[in-house]
DNA sequence: GTGGCTGTTTAAACCGGTTTAAAAGCTCAG
DNA sequence: CTGAGCTTTTAAACCGGTTTAAACAGCCAC
């Protein structure tokens, strides 16, 4: 009933020739007449034929496919804005090359060094992408342990032997802290991400930093875990200092959103008696009221730059260097405003 | 330096057997002695031996792995709050059984078929989900051409050769209609997502059927697309009806959190001069100001039967049964309230 | 006519499993 | 002692490609 697909005897078959002079002439080996390799494609072409992965992964080892372990409790992903522009960019890259994407979700609880495991042993990939980094992150001596090529996205402290593409958040946070500044806040508190990860200690210790050259420091510092509902929490703390902040920076966009709803529903007016800034410029941050000031960097193009990074790696032809992307930037909104002081 | 894997040949000389043997006995295939199998099993484990996939891919024609295609703008993915836990619930699946997911992403632009023929041809997937329905979706004649097994979530119109996994939208939007008309709302207006998609219309049909059993009609009927930028102009548009609606149902949360913005933006109050409902639940529904009234599914737990499901129809033993899950039902929030004749 | 050289082509091994058909070993009846 | 009827085991083919080593063809020089 459903035709069998064409294999590579089928297509010698047609052409007149031998198995080896078929694959030849696919790969543009040299070594074969013109002519021949002519008809041999013609023959292909004719008979539909698409050489099959799966006899070509196990003669070379090779998967032509990349993977990404998300480590990620599902509730947290689920709005997470990064991950699927990620995706989608990384995507961009492999259909052309013919390769795949495999993903595989651990929760938060799992034993998320057996998922990278299974992908190495089940030789289900090629590479893999290590996002989220963590401080002294243990997935970096798993994977070299393993053997997995891989690339970092942005750079691990200490030494790694894997390549990083790079897109670097603390401009934008200093941006927005500037920002801030000039609309002449002083009481800026901030709701920063799980310090185990790179990303969030490198907003904060970026806005610490930028508080500091201005003579400053935060007056609150309130450690979350870049949910809403986390969001919500460290809201209510900081509006209950005994001298309320004046503005208060998130390491997401997914916090402030929902620090904005704790702010109103706390009866404050933002921007009036609240300035309140984000980070990701996630779809909502445009269309909330007010529009939330904040950073917006460019998951696609990282996906892309990442994908080929990573990909260079696998064909291992040379060195590979790392890259930088163009770093986050402010994106201004109205839910950031000069500080009237009453 | 890397050691490499031991493979079937190895465990086969440290057990003093041949290679069929050992493949007899780690597949449980009858006709070993005992004595030898717990031999071969014994020496598998020393070695640590794990079968290769891509051999078994080749030699039994299977992938060990599932296909979903994600035909959507990167944009408008980029805040959907469904494929991340629904992808969540099918690894909880794959995890066990050793399979992986193969995600594809495709903007919406390109060309669609082309990613379920590659996903097919390549040989990289045994089966796939077929998400979004559309009416007179292309795609399930497409995948039965191909011979490619399918599970679809929710049921297309029209005869299907593919299980159906479903999760039932339609009371969850009864609910909301029927909770909006007794706070005594009859001015209730609905922002639809695409038509093309039957869980669009689904929802749409729902509401318009719920008020004309009450002997109501829309008084206005925006159709949108999902996105939080649709949302703000369906909103406005409805704002500015000569009579305007006490009420407004959205397709999706997203559109409502924006269409929330929107409202509070023309200097109305939610809910005292406007209730407004959404459709999802995601993270942030419960976190804006006001909570947002919506309605709730389990994208996991669809996840973990479309998976179960796909992989019956793969085993290929005897008919498969459509499988019906929890519908989604109403969460109230502070959003939506008794209506104020004023 | 033979040897050497280059340019083409092929047969066969290989990747690491599964599967089939046949062989080997054993028991027991006749 | 033979052979039928089991159970257990194996050798070899197979999946569909890639790759290596060898064969082959054509040409020229000697």
């Known amino acids: 009933m459903v035709k069998d697909r064409p294999t590579i005897a089928d297509v010698a078959a047609r052409a007149g020739v031998s198995k080896g002079s078929?694959?030849?002439?696919?790969?543009?080996r040299p070594g074969l007449a013109q002519a021949t390799v002519d008809r041999i494609l013609a023959a292909a072409d004719e008979?539909?034929?698409?050489?099959?992965?799966?006899?070509?992964?196990?003669?070379?080892?090779?998967?032509?496919?990349?993977?990404?372990?998300?480590?990620?409790d599902p509730a947290v992903l689920s709005s997470d804005p990064f991950f699927p522009a990620f995706i989608a960019g990384v995507e961009s890259v492999l259909s052309r090359g013919g390769q795949?994407?495999?993903?595989?979700?651990?929760?938060?609880?799992?034993?998320?060094?057996?998922?990278?495991?299974?992908?190495?042993?089940?030789?289900?990939?090629?590479?893999?992408?290590?996002?989220?980094?963590?401080?002294?992150?243990?997935?970096?001596?798993?994977?070299?342990?393993?053997?997995l090529p891989a690339v970092t996205l942005n750079r691990p402290e200490g030494s790694s032997p894997f390549p990083a593409v790079c897109?670097?958040?603390?401009?934008?946070?200093?941006?927005?802290?500037?920002?801030?500044?000039?609309?002449?806040?002083?009481?800026?508190?901030?709701?920063?991400?799980?310090?185990?990860?790179?990303?969030?200690?490198?907003?904060s210790d970026a806005l610490v930093a930028t508080l500091a050259d201005a003579g400053l420091e935060p007056v609150g510092?309130?450690?979350?875990?870049?949910?809403?509902?986390?969001?919500?929490?460290?809201?209510?703390?900081?509006?209950?200092?005994?001298?309320?902040?004046?503005a208060i920076v998130y390491a997401n966009d997914r916090m402030a959103i929902a620090g904005l709803g704790a702010a109103q529903r706390a009866g404050l007016t933002v921007p009036d008696d609240l300035s309140i800034a984000g980070?990701?410029?996630?779809?909502?941050?445009?269309?909330?009221?007010?529009?939330?000031?904040?950073?917006?960097?460019?998951?696609?193009?990282?996906?892309?730059?990442?994908?080929?990074?990573?990909?260079?790696?696998?064909?291992?032809?040379?060195?590979?260097?790392?890259?930088?992307?163009?770093?986050a930037r402010l994106v201004v909104r109205r839910s950031t405003?000069?500080?009237?002081?009453?």
Chains 1, 2 share one sequence.
């Open 22 to 28: 078929v694959s030849f002439a696919l790969n543009g």
């Open 47 to 72: 008979l539909g034929w698409r050489p099959s992965n799966r006899a070509r992964s196990l003669s070379v080892s090779k998967a032509f496919a990349l993977g990404l372990v998300i480590t990620r």
């Open 100 to 147: 795949a994407l495999v993903l595989q979700v651990v929760s938060a609880g799992d034993d998320e060094a057996a998922g990278y495991r299974r992908l190495a042993q089940d030789g289900r990939v090629d590479g893999v992408f290590l996002s989220d980094l963590r401080h002294e992150d243990p997935r970096i001596g798993l994977l070299r342990e393993l053997g």
């Open 167 to 203: 897109l670097d958040d603390r401009p934008g946070m200093v941006e927005v802290v500037e920002h801030l500044l000039a609309l002449g806040h002083r009481r800026i508190a901030h709701v920063a991400g799980p310090p185990t990860f790179v990303h969030a200690t490198a907003r």
């Open 221 to 246: 510092l309130e450690v979350s875990d870049f949910t809403a509902a986390g969001g919500i929490e460290a809201t209510r703390r900081l509006l209950a200092l005994p001298q309320r902040p004046t």
């Open 279 to 327: 980070f990701d410029d996630s779809e909502l941050a445009e269309f909330v009221h007010p529009g939330l000031t904040t950073v917006r960097a460019d998951p696609y193009a990282f996906g892309e730059a990442a994908a080929n990074t990573l990909n260079q790696l696998i064909d291992g032809t040379g060195e590979v260097a790392d890259v930088e992307l163009p770093p």
């Open 337 to 342: 405003a000069r500080l009237e002081e009453s």
